[in-house]
């Protein structure tokens, strides 16, 4: 078994620990909760098939329906096989000490707290139900987190099946994005190794970078995140390849949520706008800072460059032509591409 540099079991510990309580719900709200988001997620991908044209003949995957300790759980065994090659470098620097490893998932547990209350869904392509976890061809799972939906919803006053329906169209979207092309999960978890490969473990350099990002002192170009400026130039070019490809994913979301929504949402136009000015606004100072760490304000940033360049290609090519975009990995859009819609044209289509 590879080295580890974290504990994962601590990491899930602290989170489900520090995690808050969440909204107070009946039974039968919670049984209403659960029974909505399996049907609306089965039939939100298939108006994403005859919207997207893809997927069609694919088994629909039931959703997995969880609560904030269950999404802790999840998202930690995904982080671990998906960091796997990063940590195994982490803990050659760092030795074996149990309690460095069990520190680090503590922090790490901060985090997972932090998010499980904000998370509203996700697709975890890695990740496998109880009854495939010997299945590596697994399909991975579709996590709604039953307990923020309802807690959103309500903050926005919107309409309970309105809004659970529109969750399921952006997280389903996502899930067909992984399974109807067949070689993108394997592109990202390749794209995720060499991004772990590249990276610098060494103590004093990063601290280098970290100080000269903080004091401003950054790279020529002077629009990279303090994210960014605190990688080496190999893992800087893998990171460009990753926010390309998930500013794709989140934009091709968006615009399937545009294109379906109304028909299907009646209050759709309400609940976007409402559920925009949520994303931007921060509750307070830790609230901001944290999200600032954890790149939040870049996630925004994908969701609308990305949901501009899809609008843009649709509108120029079509839905049919856009589609070469999930030939191979070298159709997918560089990240100077996913802000210059037309050099992706004439690269890809002529």
Same mark, same amino acid.
Not at 11 to 33: I, T, W, Y
Not at 68 to 82: F, H, N, S, Y
Not at 270 to 287: A, L, M, N, V
Not at 318 to 330: E, L, Q, R, V
């Given at each position: 078994?590879?080295?580890?540099?974290?504990?994962?079991?601590?990491?899930?510990?602290?989170?489900?620990?520090?995690?808050?309580?969440?909204?107070?719900?009946?039974? %039968?709200?919670?049984?209403?909760?659960?029974?909505?988001?399996?049907? @609306?997620?089965?039939?939100?991908?298939? +108006?994403?098939?005859?919207?997207?044209? +893809?997927?069609?003949?694919?088994?629909?995957?039931?959703?997995?329906?969880?609560?904030?300790?269950?999404?802790?759980?999840?998202? &930690?065994?995904?982080?671990?096989?998906?960091?796997?090659? +990063?940590?195994?470098?982490?803990?050659?620097?760092?030795?074996?000490?149990?309690?460095?490893?069990?520190?680090?998932?503590?922090?790490?547990?901060?985090?997972?707290?932090?998010?499980?209350?904000?998370?509203?869904?996700?697709?975890?392509?890695?990740?496998?139900?109880?009854?495939?976890?010997?299945?590596?061809?697994?399909?991975?799972?579709?996590?709604?987190? &039953?307990?923020?939906?309802?807690?959103?919803?309500?903050?926005? #006053? &919107?309409?309970?099946?309105?809004?659970?329906?529109?969750?399921?169209?952006?997280? #389903?979207?996502?899930?067909? !994005?992984?399974?109807?092309?067949?070689?993108?999960?394997?592109? @990202?978890?390749?794209?995720?190794?060499?991004?772990?490969?590249?990276?610098?473990?060494?103590?004093?350099?990063?601290?280098?970078?970290?100080?000269?990002?903080?004091?401003?002192?950054?790279?020529?170009?002077?629009?990279?995140?303090?994210?960014?400026?605190?990688?080496?130039?190999? !893992?800087?070019?893998?990171?460009?390849? *990753?926010?390309? *490809?998930?500013?794709? +994913?989140?934009?091709?979301? %968006?615009?399937?949520?545009?294109?379906?929504?109304?028909?299907?949402?009646? #209050?759709? %136009?309400?609940?976007?706008?409402?559920?925009?000015?949520?994303?931007?606004?921060?509750?307070?100072?830790?609230?901001?800072?944290?999200?600032?760490?954890?790149?939040?304000?870049?996630?925004?940033?994908?969701?609308?460059?990305?949901?501009?360049?899809?609008?843009?290609?649709?509108? !120029?090519?079509?839905?049919?032509? @856009?589609?070469?975009?999930?030939?191979?990995?070298?159709?997918?859009? #560089?990240?100077? %591409?996913?802000?210059?819609?037309?050099?992706?044209?004439?690269?890809?289509?002529?």
């Amino acid at each position: 078994m590879a080295a580890e540099a974290i504990d994962w079991g601590a990491a899930v510990r602290a989170g489900q620990r520090l995690a808050p309580a969440g909204p107070d719900v009946s039974p %039968e709200q919670a049984r209403a909760v659960v029974t909505d988001l399996q049907q @609306f997620s089965a039939k939100a991908e298939l +108006l994403v098939r005859d919207t997207t044209g +893809l997927g069609h003949g694919l088994p629909v995957e039931l959703a997995q329906i969880v609560d904030r300790p269950r999404w802790i759980e999840a998202t &930690a065994q995904g982080m671990a096989e998906l960091t796997a090659p +990063l940590a195994a470098k982490l803990a050659d620097r760092l030795g074996s000490a149990r309690t460095t490893k069990a520190a680090a998932g503590a922090q790490l547990g901060l985090v997972l707290s932090f998010l499980s209350s904000r998370v509203l869904g996700q697709y975890d392509p890695l990740g496998r139900s109880d009854a495939d976890a010997a299945d590596e061809s697994a399909p991975g799972r579709l996590l709604l987190v &039953a307990p923020n939906i309802i807690k959103a919803e309500r903050e926005l #006053s &919107a309409d309970p099946v309105d809004f659970r329906m529109w969750v399921c169209l952006h997280e #389903s979207t996502h899930r067909l !994005q992984f399974t109807a092309v067949p070689w993108l999960r394997d592109h @990202f978890r390749e794209l995720v190794a060499q991004f772990g490969a590249t990276a610098d473990t060494d103590p004093g350099e990063l601290l280098g970078r970290l100080v000269r990002a903080v004091t401003g002192r950054r790279n020529p170009a002077g629009s990279r995140s303090w994210i960014e400026t605190i990688q080496s130039p190999e !893992q800087l070019a893998v990171f460009d390849q *990753l926010m390309a *490809l998930m500013t794709l +994913l989140e934009g091709h979301a %968006e615009h399937v949520m545009d294109a379906v929504g109304p028909a299907v949402i009646p #209050s759709v %136009e309400q609940i976007r706008e409402s559920f925009t000015i949520r994303r931007q606004r921060g509750r307070g100072p830790f609230d901001r800072i944290l999200r600032a760490l954890l790149g939040m304000d870049m996630k925004l940033a994908q969701y609308i460059k990305g949901g501009a360049f899809v609008n843009a290609v649709v509108e !120029q090519v079509g839905m049919d032509t @856009f589609n070469a975009i999930w030939s191979s990995p070298d159709t997918l859009p #560089s990240r100077t %591409e996913t802000t210059d819609p037309q050099a992706w044209i004439r690269r890809v289509i002529g």
